[in-house]
């Protein structure tokens, strides 16, 4: 069985800075892809950052410049360091990790539960 456990989200004022992290468990044979989404109230979730097991990055417009992924294979961990924070990222924030599990070979996605970012003055 595979888990992924997030942490790191809270209050911040803009400008400010967080980082999220986000720890898979379980039986793993591999892990590809993973990624950080984010939901505002009353909007869709929508794509923040992706890396892939080759540690090529993706960003969606309005994270660029600010937002860095990374990922640490040994400890299965992804992370989304967050700079220069504004109002308009305050959303809940879902870890992604297409993982294959030893139990069947099977790739799947996993999520996170979320965490809240709120940016606020």
């Known amino acids: 069985q595979v888990q992924l456990a997030e942490s790191g989200g809270g209050l911040v004022q803009p400008g400010g800075s967080l980082r999220l992290s986000c720890a898979a468990s379980g039986s793993i044979f591999s892990i590809n892809v993973m990624g950080w989404y984010r939901q505002a109230p009353g909007k869709q979730r929508e794509l923040v950052a992706t890396?892939?097991?080759?540690?090529?990055?993706n960003y969606v417009d309005a994270v660029k410049g600010r937002f860095t992924i990374s990922r640490d294979n040994a400890k299965n961990t992804v992370y989304l360091q967050m700079n220069s924070l504004k109002v308009e990222d305050t959303a809940v924030y879902y870890c992604?990790?297409?993982?294959?599990?030893?139990?069947?070979?099977?790739?799947?996605?996993?999520w996170g539960q979320g965490t809240q970012v709120t940016v606020s003055s």
């Open positions: 992604l990790q297409q993982i294959r599990a030893i139990a069947d070979m099977v790739n799947r996605n996993y």
């Open positions: 890396i892939t097991s080759g540690g090529i990055t």
